[in-house]
């Protein structure tokens, strides 16, 4: 039934067996050994997950898995970038991948954000790609590939960065939430935990919220960190979106 | 929010739902996503696969049209071969007997939100329940890569039918396939809340008998106790001759009439 089928190049019989054995993967380290392997033939040594807007539409970038360039991640932080990340602008304004080499081509980037990339390129990051993910929840992440010397212009590396970048994301995200889901089924929150997180997301601060409940500041903070902790995420805004995803809470 | 599946044959009980899909169509294509090609005088979205052998999945509420999809059976026609071969590069069978295209995916207006949002969600059982109902195996569509995620969120395990490549409006898209196995339905109803099953087809209208107006049926299906068995067979005796030897609900059972 199939006649005159398109003649398969190597790129594209590599990316489609590598997303042919991704959707077994039951972990993210078998995942990233899949998928991984095949972005590093594609020239990409660095690959990873971020989120850029959580669910509750608020802006919140970090790293969700993969393999992040620890010498450039950090100074990242340090400097604040993902404030003027032309990169994650994108992520938000397009649904389209692109090259970082592209940018420049979609619109001007300020100095600030022109500083970002080359800053990177220092740290051997010379080229990358990113493909958002606009999720059904409503939040925003994306895959990031990077890497020193890509061959940019042959249209199959870019649509094989895509491919695998589109099955990395989504089943990474599958693989993250199944093992949250399974940390934070056996470990429900507390009612000192719940109680502060409803009034985070009324916008209290910890002092507000020690006046409202008689404790001191300083065990409202515990209480939200632990609940932190328990929901596996790092800052009590994401608290209060994941409680509310497992319906800890109501928004 | 109901789905009722429009055919070939009972298309004549659908005349203002389908113009209504057509419109909304046109919004959604047209006028938001901007394809012109579309373009048309009418206000209405139709192309040379609106045709006898297509079926609609019309999401519905209290007699409204919100959503829609339409699927192809591949035996007959398909736009992935006749429009978009390029994308397609894989040696897997892409069109059968057990094997439907999946296109004209418009789950609603973003002017209605709460309503795409059900209607979506009604849209995706829908299309697993009519896979049931016809024996089918498979599902292919095209793909905008935009979209990708959300058919690998709802756990449907789609695989490419190519590698993604930009189409003539710029947005990269590509050929995708998925199986639907019995468990993706129960899965699917999991995932989304939703126990009951959203798929209605109406029976086809013959020359003889009553014809069974969609919204009637909807109300029908809706009811559940002992009382509105009554409120049926009430309903029935309003609608056509009671059968000579009574028991109007059964025998409209039996004749496909309900």
Sequence with gaps: MNHEPLALGDISRRAFDAVATAQHASTLSELNGVIGNTFKTLGFDIYLGVNAVDATGRPNVELLFGQAPDDWYAHYRDHGYEK??????????????????????????????????????????????????????????????????????????????HLLSLYYG????????????????????????????????????????????????????????AACQRLGVRTRVQAVAEAAVHGFIEL | MKVHVVTGANRSLYTKALERMHQIRYRVFVEDLGWSDLKSADGL???????????????????????????????????????????????????????????????????????????????FLAALEFAGSRSIKTYITFCETRYFGQLEEIGWRPRPLGLPRPTEGGAMAMGVIWDVKPELLQGTRQLFKIDEPVLIEAPIPASSGAVIHPRMLERLYALSSADDVMAVEDVLGRMAPPPAHGRRLETAVIQGRA
């Design chain 1, 84 to 161: 003027n990340d032309g990169i994650i602008r994108e992520m938000l304004r397009s649904t389209d991948p692109l090259f970082w080499s592209d940018l420049a081509g979609r619109r001007t980037i300020s100095d600030v954000e022109l500083r970002v990339l080359n800053e990177a390129g220092e740290f051997g990051l010379k080229n990358g790609f990113m493909t958002p993910l606009h999720n059904l929840d409503g939040s925003i992440s994306a895959v990031l590939l990077m890497g020193d010397s890509i061959d940019e212009r042959d249209p199959d590396v870019r649509a094989a960065a």
């Design chain 1, 170 to 225: 989504s089943i990474g995200r599958r693989l993250m939430a199944a093992s949250k889901g399974q940390r934070s089924r056996s470990r429900p929150l507390t009612p000192r935990q719940r109680e502060c997180l409803l009034w985070v997301r009324m916008g209290k601060s910890s002092s507000d919220i020690g006046d409202l409940l008689g404790l001191s500041a300083e065990t409202v903070n515990d209480h939200i960190a």
């Design chain 2, 45 to 123: 979205e139709t192309d040379d696969f609106d045709n006898d052998d297509a079926v609609y999945l019309l999401a519905c509420e209290d007699g409204e049209c919100f959503g829609s999809v339409r699927l192809l059976p591949t035996w007959r026609r398909s736009m992935l071969k006749e429009i978009w071969p390029e994308f397609v590069s894989s040696d897997e069978r892409a069109a059968g007997p057990d094997i439907w295209e999946w296109t004209r995916w418009c789950p609603g207006h973003i002017s209605k939100r709460h309503e795409l949002v059900r209607a979506r969600k009604a849209l």
